[in-house]
C-alpha cells in the first residue's frame, strides 16, 4: 500500500506559477514510477506527467510540454510538479498517482491521492 498526499494548490492567474508536491508513504517510493493526472469540471481524468524511479524517464502531456517539469527526490519521497505560465486551461484538481513499471502515457495507477485544487483565473 502506498498512501499519497498532494499539497500546493491554489489559486492563481494567468501567467503565475505553481508548485505541487506529493508526499508519498508506505511502500517502497522508489520503486514506483510517479504521475500527475487532472481532471477539470465536466471532463474526463486526463495525463499530464510522469517519471520514472530514476528521473531519466520522463513524459508530459502535449498541452503541459515546455511549462511543466515532473521531478522528484527519493530521499524524502516526494515527486513534484512546477507549473509555470498557467493557462485558466490549466484549472483542475490535480492527483499524484503511483503505478509499478515503467512510466506510461495514460491514467491507470495503482495508487492514487486525493487531489489538490489548481484554479487559474483569467
Known amino acids: 500500500q502506498v498512501q499519497l498526499v498532494e499539497s500546493g494548490g491554489g489559486l492563481v492567474q494567468a501567467g503565475d506559477s505553481l508548485r505541487l508536491s506529493c508526499a508519498a508513504s508506505g511502500r517502497t517510493f522508489s520503486s514506483y514510477s510517479m504521475y500527475w493526472l487532472r481532471q477539470a469540471p465536466g471532463k474526463e481524468r486526463e495525463f499530464v506527467a510522469t517519471?520514472?524511479?530514476?528521473?531519466?524517464?520522463?513524459y508530459y502531456a502535449d498541452s503541459v510540454k515546455g511549462r511543466f517539469t515532473i521531478s522528484r527526490d527519493n530521499a524524502r519521497g516526494t515527486v513534484y510538479l512546477q507549473m509555470n505560465n498557467l493557462k485558466p486551461d490549466d484549472t483542475a484538481v490535480y492527483y499524484c498517482?503511483?503505478?509499478?513499471?515503467?512510466?506510461?502515457?495514460?491514467?491507470?495507477?495503482?495508487?492514487r491521492g486525493q487531489g489538490t485544487q489548481v484554479t487559474v483565473s483569467s
Open positions: 498517482a503511483a503505478k509499478s513499471g515503467p512510466p506510461t502515457i495514460g491514467t491507470t495507477y495503482a495508487y
Open positions: 517519471i520514472n524511479w530514476s528521473g531519466d524517464r520522463i
